[in-house]
């Protein structure tokens, strides 16, 4: 691994590089090797009469290592150049099946050869970038990280879209959220958690926003809080995450997706109602795709790229949401868009017992499997709150990426569990 800046600040100087052959030009009696190491390139200049045996049997993307002594050279890419004293193949590569210009589903199929490609590396680089500056965000903060099971006795969302498996003569579920477990890590009065971790949706969706595995950033904090408090609380983190993205990516994001340098503006905030009217719609309305992105055009003409839709009605909403004291019909609840696409589906908990209980019974369901979770809420409960964030639809959006396929490492649909 080497990175170019530092090549460059340590130049006149003996370097030894390791790399993937990006790049292979000859002319007479010079070589010009350029290296890759992740996103960085260097060109390795080798000349003399020994150029035809460093040079025989590269082919492009072979794994190299170089040996050789740097210098700073004005016309190189970066300004430095290494020149070459010996090269030698550490793996020779076949021909790689997939380039630039093949169909992304076909792409999908060879990930190792597909992140050869720098523009496809990228956004998983960006991933990680942003995920590290959410965990030191909520670090600084007093958010203890946890690590729950992903195996459970009963779905944690709605039935419908669970996985369900054999497990030694009963059946249990794949989490298709860590719910349960963010709010008993509460009641148990760890006071400040969040897990990031996969979660699974048995969606028979195939459209670029959906995935049967994922990512889930999830959030939960005590503390008495309004939605829109909960919603401005994610919003700075993901500016603070998007900053530390900037400045670790900044150069090879303006190249390749611009878009993820856009500044996201101020937070807009409307209430369910207001997001109806606003669509023409009758209030109560349950907003699809189609309406989000027309409510993020409206929030773009203002400047701002987040907008969260808060006091969403009570139809539409798990049985743990809080409900608002003075309208019953909607709850203390939010769905935070990020460029007219649905981001995070957050609430204020129902922390007390004996109407959480209620509520369940309300939406006619028997809480078999939960009652861990359930019984807990008996030992005083304090009020709480939180969110769950999909981080492939973020990293998509954020750098203009047509699905959040191009934001995986390897994407599951209900026909794509290969490789
Ligand atoms: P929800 O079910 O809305 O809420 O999920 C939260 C966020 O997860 C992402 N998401 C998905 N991403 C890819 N593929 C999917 N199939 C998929 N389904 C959901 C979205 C969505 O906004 N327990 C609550 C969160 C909470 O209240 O804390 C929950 O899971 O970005």
Same mark, same amino acid.
Request: aromatic share 8%; proline share 6%.
């Given at each position: 691994?080497?990175?170019?800046?530092?090549?460059?600040?340590?130049?006149?100087?003996?370097?030894?590089?390791?790399?993937?052959?990006?790049?292979?030009?000859?002319?007479?009696?010079?070589?010009?090797?350029?290296?890759?190491?992740?996103?960085?390139?260097?060109?390795?200049?080798?000349?003399?009469?020994?150029?035809?045996?460093?040079?025989?049997?590269?082919?492009?993307?072979?794994?190299?290592?170089?040996?050789?002594?740097?210098?700073? $050279?004005?016309?190189?890419?970066? &300004?430095? +150049?290494? =020149?070459? #004293?010996?090269?030698? %193949?550490?793996? @020779?590569?076949? /021909?790689?099946?997939?380039?630039?210009?093949?169909?992304?589903?076909?792409?999908?199929?060879?990930?190792?050869?597909?992140?050869?490609?720098?523009?496809?590396?990228?956004?998983?680089?960006?991933?990680?970038?942003?995920?590290?500056?959410?965990?030191?965000?909520?670090?600084?903060?007093?958010?203890?990280?946890?690590?729950?099971?992903?195996?459970?006795?009963?779905?944690?969302?709605?039935?419908?879209?669970?996985?369900?498996?054999?497990?030694?003569?009963?059946?249990?579920?794949?989490?298709?959220?860590?719910?349960?477990?963010? $709010?008993?890590?509460?009641?148990? &009065?760890? +006071?400040? =958690?969040? #897990?990031?971790?996969? %979660?699974?949706? @048995?969606?028979? /969706?195939?459209?670029?926003?959906?995935?049967?595995?994922?990512?889930?950033?999830?959030?939960?904090?005590?503390?008495?809080?309004?939605?829109?408090?909960?919603?401005?609380?994610?919003?700075?983190?993901?500016?603070?995450?998007?900053?530390?993205?900037?400045?670790?990516?900044?150069?090879?994001?303006?190249?390749?997706?611009?878009?993820?340098?856009?500044?996201?503006?101020?937070?807009?905030?409307?209430?369910?109602?207001?997001?109806?009217?606003?669509?023409?719609?009758?209030?109560?309305?349950?907003?699809?795709?189609?309406?989000?992105?027309?409510?993020?055009?409206?929030?773009?003409?203002?400047?701002?790229?987040?907008?969260?839709?808060?006091?969403?009605?009570? /139809?539409?909403?798990?049985?743990?949401?809080?409900?608002?004291?003075?309208?019953?019909?909607?709850?203390?609840?939010?769905?935070?868009?990020?460029?007219?696409?649905?981001?995070?589906?957050?609430?204020?908990?129902?922390?007390?017992?004996?109407?959480?209980?209620?509520?369940?019974?309300?939406?006619?369901?028997?809480?078999?499997?939960?009652?861990?979770?359930?019984?807990?809420?008996?030992?005083?409960?304090?009020?709480?709150?939180?969110?769950?964030?999909?981080?492939?639809?973020?990293?998509?959006?954020?750098?203009?990426?047509?699905?959040?396929?191009?934001?995986?490492?390897?994407?599951?649909?209900?026909?794509?569990?290969?490789?």
């Amino acid at each position: 691994m080497f990175c170019i800046e530092s090549i460059k600040a340590r130049a006149p100087g003996p370097v030894v590089l390791e790399g993937f052959v990006h790049a292979l030009r000859r002319q007479g009696r010079i070589a010009f090797i350029v290296l890759r190491s992740r996103l960085d390139v260097v060109q390795c200049v080798a000349m003399g009469p020994h150029v035809p045996a460093i040079v025989a049997g590269i082919s492009a993307e072979s794994c190299v290592r170089v040996r050789g002594t740097s210098k700073l $050279q004005a016309q190189a890419p970066h &300004g430095v +150049e290494v =020149v070459v #004293e010996s090269l030698e %193949v550490l793996a @020779a590569a076949a /021909s790689l099946p997939i380039d630039e210009r093949t169909e992304a589903s076909h792409k999908a199929r060879y990930p190792a050869a597909r992140l050869r490609q720098p523009r496809e590396l990228l956004p998983l680089l960006a991933s990680a970038q942003l995920e590290s500056g959410m965990r030191a965000w909520l670090g600084a903060r007093g958010f203890v990280e946890i690590h729950t099971p992903k195996i459970m006795a009963a779905p944690s969302e709605s039935g419908a879209e669970v996985f369900g498996l054999g497990y030694f003569g009963q059946t249990a579920y794949l989490a298709q959220s860590p719910q349960f477990y963010k $709010q008993m890590a509460i009641v148990g &009065g760890m +006071e400040r =958690v969040f #897990e990031i971790g996969p %979660v699974f949706r @048995a969606e028979p /969706s195939f459209t670029g926003r959906h995935a049967t595995e994922f990512t889930s950033v999830d959030v939960e904090l005590q503390g008495e809080r309004c939605a829109a408090e909960l919603a401005a609380l994610e919003h700075e983190m993901l500016v603070h995450a998007f900053e530390g993205l900037a400045s670790a990516l900044g150069p090879h994001l303006a190249r390749h997706y611009p878009s993820a340098l856009e500044p996201p503006g101020a937070l807009h905030v409307m209430t369910h109602a207001q997001a109806c009217d606003r669509l023409g719609l009758p209030e109560g309305t349950a907003l699809g795709w189609a309406h989000e992105r027309a409510l993020g055009e409206s929030a773009a003409a203002q400047g701002a790229a987040f907008c969260a839709i808060v006091g969403v009605p009570w /139809s539409q909403r798990p049985f743990y949401h809080r409900r608002l004291p003075a309208a019953v019909h909607l709850t203390d609840s939010f769905e935070l868009l990020y460029r007219g696409m649905e981001i995070t589906t957050g609430a204020m908990r129902e922390h007390r017992h004996a109407r959480l209980l209620a509520q369940l019974a309300e939406k006619g369901l028997s809480g078999a499997g939960a009652e861990g979770y359930l019984e807990s809420f008996q030992w005083g409960a304090p009020p709480h709150g939180g969110f769950g964030l999909g981080l492939a639809r973020l990293v998509a959006l954020h750098l203009g990426l047509p699905s959040i396929r191009e934001a995986s490492f390897l994407h599951r649909t209900p026909k794509s569990i290969v490789p």
